[in-house]
């Protein structure tokens, strides 16, 4: 239970930043002995590893807060982030010890079922914090983007120290954002639902009211 929750938050932490709960799992790992990481994911402790995943992190810390760019951004991490997740719950979650570079072993061992769940968590929070970071950019003119990015991080590594530290912290966490998702895509459907029915009712495009035909001014006088 405690490892699914692990894992669990680690992926919704990797959906907002793909770096950072996997410097959290490789730094702790490496310098603490507040967790242990399995043998198929020891590669995240490697030093050259989180020298990587360092530099990746300020990269995408320093580019989402300039308004455009954080929209590009997006764009590429909504394969970067779902990947990242999968990493995230996989070495949060997973006992086994198969290596991933042994295929056959991998799938065997069942190791890659919370590999496919921190997937599709990382990719559900990433889809809503684009969708809401494009509305808010818009209302804002870019204006929310350093503000709304900030924020992200600061959840991104609260998550991923609850994660670690106090997993059952998760899933109160885990229930609000299944209803800000419930939110967001009720909202979206009823914009979609509004533009349809104004456009089938004379909105822009749409067929519009029948106009008075026009009098000759000789019927006037």
Known sequence: MLELATGTGLALAAGLNAWIPLLALGLLSRYTDLITLPGAWAWLENGWVLIVLGVLLVLEMVGDKVPVVDSINDVVQTVVRPGAGGIAFGAGATSETARVENPAAFVDSGAWVPVVAGIALALVVHLTKAALRAGANAATGGLAAPVLSTA??????????????????????????????????????????????????????????????????????
Do not use: C, F
């Not at 959840?155 to 991923?160: C, D, F």
């Open 152 to 221: 992200e991080d600061g959840t991104s590594v609260g998550l991923s120290l609850v994660a670690i530290l106090l997993p059952l912290l998760v899933i109160p966490v885990a229930i609000g954002l299944a209803v800000v998702v419930w939110r967001v895509v009720r909202a979206r459907r009823r914009r979609h639902t509004a533009a349809q029915d104004g456009t089938a009712g004379g909105g822009p495009g749409g067929p519009g009211p029948a106009l008075p035909p026009s009098v000759p001014p000789s019927s006037r006088e």
